[in-house]
């Protein structure tokens, strides 16, 4: 299995062929925030317990997720997976804070954001809400996520001069497009978000901040929407794969 030299430097902790960083959302900015002063364009992910599910139906996704410079824990279920596995994370680092921590370290500099993904129309009002939220940010370009040919898409991200992009295709989709395109872009850094732009245009509302210290964001988005239930169910697949991968020893 392909492994990538992450960011942090310390040992990834693996959780169902899917390595994880050990590291806190501080460390996570700081680390992202370094890497847009780095050298070539590399990519970020945010796995969930339901996306390192997937990597058993697609092939060689496992291989691109453990290709990203960071590969962070969206998701209370990852948390217990490595609990249950003796390799507890430190703590979760969901996609959408991972963003909003990136975003408040750009405030005010020099470096550009480039917002793709969601329907039309969702990145431009993300980029006016966000433009509100942080006084500085510059976001240099949007595209939506519905476009047929990669080329020109690439083309608009380099034209724009970006440094980040917030890639919000949704998985596996975004994290194909990223470990296949890296090479071709300008940018520093390219960060995988699935539904973020719905968040931070206001198109979807997350879990107020008591279930999310609660560790029951996944319950809140279930109850407001029910027919997630499917995908909700893969979690104790999930727990139980890790629970039998702890008897193995694996």
Not at 21 to 39: C, H
Not at 96 to 121: E, R, W
Request: net charge neutral.
């Amino acid at each position: 299995m392909k492994r990538c030299d992450g960011l942090s430097g310390a040992p990834r902790c693996e959780i169902l062929d899917v390595a994880f960083d050990p590291i806190t959302m501080d460390e996570a900015v700081r680390l992202g925030m370094a890497q847009l002063d780095g050298e070539g364009c590399r990519y970020a992910v945010t796995p969930n317990a339901e996306i390192v599910w997937l990597c058993r139906s697609t092939e060689g996704f496992a291989d691109v997720l453990n290709g990203a410079c960071l590969v962070l824990p969206d998701g209370i279920g990852v948390l217990y997976a490595s609990r249950m596995l003796k390799r507890p994370l430190p703590e979760r680092v969901s996609g959408v804070d991972f963003a909003s921590g990136m975003m408040a370290a750009m405030a005010g500099g020099d470096k550009k954001l480039f917002l793709l993904g969601a329907k039309p129309g969702v990145a431009e009002k993300a980029a006016a809400r966000l433009a509100e939220q942080y006084p500085g940010l510059n976001i240099c370009g949007t595209h939506d996520g519905y476009f047929k040919e990669d080329g020109p898409v690439v083309e608009a991200v380099n034209a724009s001069g970006a440094d980040l992009v917030f890639v919000c295709l949704g998985a596996p989709k975004q994290e194909l497009w990223m470990a296949e395109h890296c090479s071709q872009l300008q940018a520093k850094l390219l960060v995988g978000l699935g539904g973020s732009l719905d968040v931070f245009s206001g198109e979807a509302k997350r879990a107020p901040e008591f279930w999310q210290k609660l560790g029951l964001e996944w319950l809140y988005r279930l109850l407001r929407e029910p027919k997630r239930f499917g995908r909700v169910c893969r979690l104790p697949l999930f727990l139980l794969a890790a629970l039998r991968a702890r008897r193995k020893g694996d």
